[in-house]
């Protein structure tokens, strides 16, 4: 397995990144996440790859993004291993032992939701991001290769996010 980082896949960062200032508040607040744990973190329900990531992204979704005002998270995206993956035993330094799968899985979620690397965003405007953007079956293209998504557990939390949509009623 190659562990050569990818030829960068994703938009440049873009600093000016929706309007929050560089805050050292929010800054020592804030969560980094890779495009991928967008929508990770909306479905996670518990499961992780060893104890210590779960119980480390169970700290970050459950502990704060799911908190009573976890919508205020600020959250910064980053094109290289994150908050998500710090404990995770696939991580090797800043890649991962799978870095041309994740690289393509970050590059497509970061086309869908219109992500760049040092853009900053609230947990509520992500979720509003999504639910604008994504729809359930886009999971099939944009996960493709993922191990969870035969689960099915990240579509129901996209649909409970969406509700119905046209694409669900259309004929
Ligand atoms: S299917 Fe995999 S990559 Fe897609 S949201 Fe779920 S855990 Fe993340």
């Not at 030829?7 to 508040?25: E, F, I």
């Not at 499961?47 to 704060?64: C, E, P």
Request: overall charge positive; some cysteine.
């Amino acid at each position: 397995m190659s562990l050569q980082p990818p030829k960068p896949t994703l938009p440049t960062a873009n600093p000016a990144s929706l309007g929050h200032p560089p805050d050292s508040r929010l800054r020592a607040a804030r969560v980094r996440f890779r495009p991928h744990h967008f929508l990770c973190a909306l479905g996670y329900q518990g499961k992780g790859y060893s104890d210590r990531f779960t119980a480390n992204m169970s700290a970050i979704v459950l502990g704060r993004l799911r908190a009573p005002d976890g919508g205020r998270t600020i959250i910064e995206v980053t094109g290289a291993t994150d908050d998500i993956c710090a404990p995770c035993p696939k991580r090797r330094g800043d890649h991962c032992m799978s870095q041309v799968q994740i690289a393509a899985l970050d590059s497509r979620h970061a086309a869908a939701l219109g992500l760049a690397p040092g853009d900053r965003l609230t947990w509520a405007e992500a979720q509003v991001r999504i639910r604008h953007r994504v729809h359930a079956d886009d999971l099939d293209r944009l996960c493709r290769g993922c191990g969870w998504l035969a689960l099915g557990l990240c579509k129901a939390a996209l649909r409970s996010l969406t509700g119905p949509t046209d694409r669900d009623t259309a004929p």
